[in-house]
């Protein structure tokens, strides 16, 4: 009898797992969605940016994606964060509720960029609304640049109130006047994303931007290189992509791609020393290591087997191995969002004719400051190394100065060719930086010109956009349908279609 009536409990109490926590930190939960926003150096997407080559296909290929990976576990961590702030007491405005609305802003942006249309006011409600509708790519951009607004409010009120109750912060040590920076600063970013629709009123693409650099008390952006939102490693817990641990393996099966290489190689970049070593072919014909031919990348769209056969062969340059291959903390952190893209992005406004003020101010501390990001001022001595050891075969010393004033790099005016110098100053910082930006540039302005043909894959060109997810064709099958008629005419989720804000 005793023991049947120990036995009745309550079946939630029976259901609750003691081992299973129900409650979690908001810094914890802030720390990890942090990472989750992280995007690396040397990986898929860099090769899809054109900056390297997999020239051994068991190890994969220059091919271009299928499928988007959507960020909405996520975006519900965000939602939990912000509720596990209020849970302990915090007010209805603090240092999660403004960090989390930057991070809904980019996490949505990165997804609009991918797909098009993707589901936000009825997204992230679980068993309520398991099958979400679309928000139109416009509408996802209205909302993005609210939330930025709002952040920004919220942080300059937490700043004047010296709240410092942040914790968590891998970017930043929880300092809020430089995630109010970063607000701002990625606000410019998505408004230059949409600088093919300019016409549009409640965008006010140009109208936005001008206020934010009229009024920097109120919209502070990024003013030097301590300000990049930067990933750091540690060498324990996390490694540089590249390291001595991978170098054996990497050596032959990564090379230079051609787009990066040509870009620097034709305008005669001292980059290209850091980037890449010598291809081993030229060394070996008694080519001077410093010299701009010296240096040759694959093209991404070559045929694997030519590449496979022609860089066994020497012909290509590959990562610079002395460089990339000997720390495991590796040579430079990787930007997020950083200093240099900013000034590039305010010089393409400044181009376009958006307000007022010298692109060519901006357009050459873009480039002062990513040679300073790479370690390069006026007088740091270059070494160069053999292809295949860590042999210093030459020195050379670098002036920034020199560089700016050669008559393909000097600032052309606000015109299509200062646009494209603009460009590519940018693409050139973001090497191994900020994701796919490079990618969203090309697509966007057409610069610089990617490779492709048979080894990129999608019967020769680049694509224009990811596939939704397998997930949402089975899950959310009628929306789906919806939002694919809506965008592209029909049901047919095709890599060739461009998406509304590039039309």
Avoid: H
């Amino acid at each position: 009898m005793a023991a049947a009536v120990a036995a009745c409990k309550d079946f939630e109490e029976l259901e609750s797992n003691p081992n299973r926590p129900t409650e979690v930190p908001a810094s914890l939960l802030l720390n990890g969605t942090l990472n989750d926003l992280f995007e690396d150096s040397w990986t898929d997407g860099q090769r899809q940016n054109q900056y390297w080559c997999c020239n051994y296909n068991y190890y994969g290929t220059n091919e271009y994606w299928a499928s988007a990976t959507l960020s909405y576990m996520m975006l519900k961590n965000i939602q939990k964060m912000e509720d596990e702030a209020l849970r302990v007491g915090a007010p209805e405005v603090n240092p999660y509720t403004a960090v989390g609305k930057y991070l809904r802003a980019v996490f949505y942006t990165r997804m609009t960029q991918r797909v098009g249309d993707v589901p936000l006011s009825e997204a992230v409600q679980g068993l309520e609304n398991p099958a979400p509708g679309y928000d139109t790519q416009k509408d996802v951009y209205v909302q993005v640049l609210n939330w930025l607004d709002e952040a920004n409010n919220e942080l300059a009120s937490l700043i004047a109130a010296s709240d410092n109750s942040l914790a968590g912060d891998i970017y930043f040590d929880n300092d809020l006047v430089k995630w109010q920076k970063a607000t701002n600063t990625f606000k410019i970013r998505v408004l230059l994303s949409l600088s093919k629709k300019t016409g549009d009123a409640q965008l006010n693409v140009a109208q936005r931007f001008t206020e934010i650099l009229a009024n920097p008390a109120k919209f502070p952006v990024m003013t030097s290189l301590a300000d990049n939102m930067e990933y750091r490693f540690n060498g324990t817990s996390n490694l540089y992509t590249t390291n001595p641990g991978s170098r054996g393996f990497d050596k032959g099966r990564y090379n230079m791609a051609e787009t990066i290489i040509k870009t620097l190689t034709d305008l005669k970049d001292p980059r290209v020393y850091l980037f890449a070593n010598p291809a081993e072919k030229k060394i070996s014909t008694g080519m001077d290591p410093k010299d701009f031919n010296a240096y040759v990348g694959a093209p991404s769209g070559e045929s694997l087997d030519d590449m496979t056969f022609k860089a066994g062969n020497g012909e290509y340059s590959f990562a610079n191995q002395k460089r990339y291959y000997t720390t495991f903390i590796g040579p430079e952190p990787t930007i997020q969002l950083g200093y240099p893209e900013l000034c590039f992005n305010i010089a393409e406004g400044l181009n376009r004719g958006w307000t007022s003020g010298s692109a060519e101010e901006w357009y050459d501390k873009g480039v002062v400051a990513s040679m300073k990001f790479f370690g390069l001022e006026d007088g740091v001595t270059v070494e160069i190394t053999e292809p295949d050891a860590d042999d210093v075969l030459a020195t050379t010393t670098v002036s920034v100065t020199d560089y700016l004033a050669q008559p393909d790099v000097k600032y052309a005016g606000a015109n299509d060719a200062g646009l494209k110098q603009i460009i590519t100053q940018k693409y050139i910082a973001f090497f191994q930086n900020s994701g796919q930006e490079a990618y969203f540039n090309f697509r966007r302005t057409g610069f610089p010109i990617f490779d492709k043909g048979p080894g990129t894959g999608n019967g020769g060109n680049i694509p224009r956009r990811w596939l939704y997810p397998l997930s949402e064709a089975t899950n959310n099958t009628a929306n789906y349908n919806a939002a694919l008629a809506r965008q592209f005419g029909s049901a047919v989720d095709d890599l060739d279609n461009d998406l509304w804000a590039e039309q």
